[in-house]
């Protein structure tokens, strides 16, 4: 079992840059979070798909964000312009849909914006 | 100016000692609750769950107790091991639908 992949694992760029992140869930799952880690905020929740529909997005800190989940199989989390301050590790999450079933974490992507 | 990161509690244990990890939760509508473990470099991992229906459930070397009342969660590790050591969090699911809400965390160190 693979389990969630993300990639890339780390990704260097300059301010102003687009970003793209990407997320394969773990298959059957039909729930898929998308979170940023800082020192400075801990564990925040983005944005969170139920059957690849946007169901909470309040998480998303601004415009600069989007994310989508074209299919069961698939997210993106963009950032475009890219800023220092989005420098963080992003974690993408999936579980099957329904109350109180435990999140599978992925890896994540560690993003430095110069 | 300086900026300045969470301040993590941090649990410093002997290697073979017991582990107490706390966590006061925030919504009394929370009915499912999850302790994570972090490594360096890693995503969380799951450990344990709990539903509000029991206050206590005992996994493998884990324990983790529920109480309502006071809206507080704990994890238990028994003879604490150099692997555990990690960053612990509590995560509550706010009463309602697969959404977490995750605590700050605890920095576990086991000494040798």
């Known amino acids: 079992d693979a389990g969630v992949i993300q990639s890339p694992r780390h990704e260097v760029t300059e301010m102003g840059q687009e970003v793209t992140l990407r997320c394969k869930p773990i298959?059957?799952?039909?729930?898929l979070f998308w979170y940023r880690q800082t020192m400075m905020r801990g564990l925040e929740l983005l944005i969170y798909f139920n059957n690849n529909v946007p169901i909470d997005d309040s998480g998303m800190p601004e415009d600069r964000f989007s994310a989508k989940m074209p299919n069961a199989s698939f997210s993106t989390l963009k950032i475009q312009p890219s800023e220092p301050r989005d420098s963080a590790v992003y974690f993408c999450?999936?579980?099957?849909f329904g109350v109180g079933n435990e999140q599978f974490f992925g890896p994540g992507t560690r993003l430095t914006v110069l | 100016g300086e900026s300045v990161g969470l301040h993590l509690p941090t649990l410093s244990v002997q290697e073979g000692d017991n582990s107490i990890i706390n966590c006061a939760y925030s919504?009394?509508?929370?009915?499912?609750f999850i302790w994570y473990k972090q490594e360096s470099g890693k995503g969380p991992q799951f450990i344990i769950d709990i539903r509000s229906n029991m206050d206590k459930r005992q996994g493998q070397r884990v324990t983790v107790l529920l109480n309502k009342t006071v809206k507080h969660l704990s994890l238990q590790i028994a003879a604490t091991q150099p692997g555990d050591s990690a960053v612990y969090f509590c995560a509550e699911n706010g009463g309602g639908g697969n959404k977490l809400t995750f605590g700050t965390g605890t920095q576990l160190k086991v000494e040798l």
């Open positions: 999450a999936s579980s099957p």
């Open positions: 298959s059957g799952h039909n729930s």
């Open positions: 919504n009394s509508a929370s009915d499912y």
